[in-house]
């Protein structure tokens, strides 16, 4: 595994749409595993294919440090309630805002190898999916803040 230079905001490639994975191939695995090494030493909670200059719909989640996710070509199928969430970005040093997100998402995704899942997660866990899945389309959560941080 190697640590992967994480893009920051200002490079287009953040603003760029990403393109489905079609081949579940050992440069896809290589991919992942760079991006949670990333993801571990930059200490974030997720990270996103782009911000590590590959434009595929891949990204990994932690929401504890502990458990691990994987999720590939994510796509939200179902989503309820709001969550006014704190968040910041490995992309945009420095910056936080509270960003509305659904409090519960349902959402189809592959694994590694291309097999078809499906996800049910709340809180905590669904604000990071959302964040990343955002990456995928250019979004980020600086364009959703309703309120900046003050301190
Ligand atoms: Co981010």
């Known amino acids: 595994m190697a640590r992967r230079n994480v893009v920051k905001v200002g490079d287009e490639i953040l603003r760029k749409k990403c393109?489905?994975?079609?081949?579940?191939?050992?440069?896809?695995?290589?991919l992942l595993d760079d991006m949670k090494e990333t993801m571990i030493a930059e200490m974030g909670v997720g990270?996103?294919?782009p911000q590590v200059g590959v434009m595929r719909r891949a990204c990994v989640v932690s929401p504890d440090g502990e458990t691990f996710y994987e999720f590939i070509n994510p796509v939200i199928i179902k989503s309820s309630g709001n969550q006014l969430c704190e968040e910041g970005c490995l992309s945009v040093p420095g910056a936080r805002g509270t960003v509305l997100r659904p409090q519960k998402i349902k959402f189809r995704y592959n694994d590694r190898k291309g097999d078809l899942y499906e996800m049910e997660c709340s809180d905590f866990l669904a604000n990071?999916?959302?964040?990343?899945?955002d990456h995928l389309d250019g979004i980020l959560f600086t364009d959703?803040?309703?309120?900046?941080?003050?301190?």
């Open 47 to 49: 990270l996103a294919a």
């Open 128 to 133: 990071i999916c959302c964040h990343e899945f």
């Open 144 to 151: 959703k803040i309703i309120k900046e941080q003050q301190d």
């Open 19 to 30: 393109k489905p994975v079609v081949i579940f191939d050992e440069k896809l695995w290589q």
